[in-house]
T-cell receptor
Framework: DVKVTQSSRYLVKRTGEKVFLECVQDMDHENMFWYRQDPGLGLRLIYFSYDVKMKEKGDIPEGYSVSREKKERFSLILESASTNQTSMYLC?????????????FGPGTRLTVL | QQPVQSPQAVILREGEDAVINCSSSKALYSVHWYRQKHGEAPVFLMILLKGGEQKGHEKISASFNEKKQQSSLYLTASQLSYSGTYFCGSNSGGSNYKLTFGKGTLLTVNP
């Protein structure tokens, strides 16, 4: 079974802090994704990566950056956390291009920015 | 632009049927369906591809109307375990790796 793990289930940070969210997948998937999930808004794509060191902006990249130095690990970075970034963050991976291959999700990190 | 799901919420009694719809304003290459139970990660249900190919669970059925840019998920003889939020994700194909998800449909199945 594919396993996608995220470094923390719950995280509390202060405004202005730099925040790192880590995601690791164990099935050699090429593609990795970061979403945020807010009530009534569904899943919105922040960034995705289709190869090591390759990344593309999703629908809401403002205020975020990402890093993928190794194939199995995809990090989401909040350079200066703000209260409007309080949300559930979900990482996902898929074998190859998104159209045909299902995405496997991690358990999520609930981030609260005070 | 996010695909539009309808209804936003539905309540069923065990054994009843439901249909969840997903409409996109863009031409579609594929539609994905996922279910998320409260406090858990979304789980893959089905992919429907342009041209009629499908991939997913045997007990789940869905349709994909390419011309209308719509997909529907059919839940028959619902069980308590079907409760959760259902999301559709649309993909416009080509080199586009990403899915754009709808806002979700909350399904509650009561005994």
């Amino acid at each position: 079974d594919v396993k996608v793990t995220q470094s923390s289930r719950y995280l509390v940070k202060r405004t202005g802090e730099k925040v790192f969210l880590e995601c690791v997948q164990d099935m050699d998937h090429e593609n990795m994704f970061w979403y945020r999930q807010d009530p009534g808004l569904g899943l919105r794509l922040i960034y995705f990566s289709y190869d090591v060191k390759m990344k593309e902006k999703g629908d809401i990249p403002e205020g975020y950056s990402v890093s993928r130095e190794k194939k199995e690990r995809f990090s989401l970075i909040l350079e200066s956390a703000s209260t409007n970034q309080t949300s559930m963050y979900l990482c996902a991976s898929s074998l190859r291009a998104g159209g045909y291959n299902e995405q496997f999700f991690g358990p999520g990190t609930r981030l609260t920015v005070l | 632009q996010q695909p539009v799901q309808s209804p936003q919420a539905v309540i069923l009694r065990e054994g009843e049927d439901a249909v969840i719809n997903c409409s996109s304003s863009k031409a579609l290459y594929s539609v994905h369906w996922y279910r998320q139970k409260h406090g858990e990660a979304p789980v893959f249900l089905m992919i429907l591809l342009k041209g009629g190919e499908q991939k997913g669970h045997e007990k789940i059925s869905a349709s994909f109307n390419e011309k209308k840019q719509q997909s529907s998920l059919y839940l028959t003889a619902s069980q308590l375990s079907y409760s959760g939020t259902y999301f559709c994700g649309s993909n416009s194909g080509g080199s586009n790796y990403k899915l754009t998800f709808g806002k979700g449909t909350l399904l509650t199945v009561n005994p």
